[in-house]
């Protein structure tokens, strides 16, 4: 893939649009950088693109900014994380700007609280699409390892209310272990 001038407004249109269109927090931007960069682009395999999301979603910041940083470091180095990162940052920067001037007029508003209310609905529904997306791609690979540290780590959260950082800590640990041993039974053979 050519990385000319061309390419990185590609990817900051591109970027920028779903970053405009993202309402809700971080993972709903997910899926629509999946159908882009993965669906539509093909820049990126959908194997890469769990592994980027994992990432995102463990690291520290905000998992839109983080995402669209990976995903730019991945296709382009430093210059295609700088684009990615200002095309995510823009639109709420803009957005925010214009609504803090007026907002005593949004914050009274009943038309803007119901179209904020019709909205958390929908958020919901995207974000219950990446985790269902997500829950496919693991138990289409048939790694029963991995099955178990998912359901695992689920059951840490949902029904002991596990600190989520040590749920992501203790995952990260396992993989480790887990794809070392792999590594060291390949060796083995």
């Known amino acids: 893939m050519k990385k000319n001038f061309r390419f990185f407004i590609r990817l900051f249109l591109s970027t920028f649009y779903i970053s405009a269109f993202t309402f809700g927090g971080g ?3 997910i ?19 769990l592994d980027l999301t994992a990432i995102a979603q463990s690291a520290p910041g ?11 470091y991945r ?22 700007s214009v609504i803090s001037f007026i907002y005593s007029a949004f914050r009274d508003s009943v038309i803007a609280a119901c179209v904020l209310r019709g909205m958390q609905a929908g958020v919901a529904a995207v974000i ?18 991995a099955v178990a540290l998912m359901l695992g780590a689920f059951a840490a959260s949902w029904f002991f209310n596990a600190n989520v950082i040590y749920i992501i800590l203790i995952c990260a640990v396992l993989g480790l272990t887990g794809v070392l041993i792999k590594k060291e039974e390949g060796g083995k053979k």
Do not use: H
């Open 75 to 96: 296709l382009a180095g430093f210059i295609g994380a700088a684009v990615t990162v200002v095309a995510t940052i823009l639109p709420p920067l803009i957005t925010l």
């Open 128 to 145: 219950c699409d990446v985790v269902i997306s997500m829950v496919k791609e693991i138990l289409g690979k048939k790694n029963a390892f």
């Open 31 to 49: 899926p629509l950088l999946r159908k882009k960069f993965v669906e539509q682009y093909m820049w990126i395999n959908s194997d890469e693109m």
């Open 27 to 29: 993972f709903v931007i």
């Open 62 to 72: 905000a998992v839109a900014v983080n995402a669209s940083v990976l995903i730019g």
